[in-house]
């Protein structure tokens, strides 16, 4: 299936346990949210273990992300470790026909 918006896929980012609660992951996900505005991106979207409390609670209540339309805890049958959360950042394009 075709991608329907442009995101920001935040592949991967470790901050260290002396490094947490020192606004790091605050201010590099700041970044990477006004990268993907700029860029004229939709959303910035993440990969959070469940088990990963810290994470999930930071990225949910801190960041205000959600779980996204396409994270497997939305499709029945389907079983991960894991949630896909995203964040709108910027426009949807409007596509104009001319007539």
Do not use: C, H, W
């Not at 990268?35 to 609670?57: D, E, P, R």
């Amino acid at each position: 299936e075709k991608p329907t918006e442009e995101v920001l896929y935040v592949y991967e980012i470790q901050v260290s346990d002396r490094a947490q609660r020192s606004g790091l992951g605050k201010r590099l996900m700041n970044i990477m949210e006004l990268v993907a505005n700029k860029n004229g991106m939709q959303k910035v979207m993440l990969t959070v273990f469940k088990m990963n409390g810290g994470a999930m609670k930071f990225y949910r209540e801190k960041m205000k992300y959600a779980i996204d339309e396409s994270s497997p805890s939305n499709f029945d049958g389907e079983v991960a470790d894991y949630e896909i959360l995203s964040k709108v950042v910027g426009k949807k394009k409007e596509k104009f026909i001319q007539v």
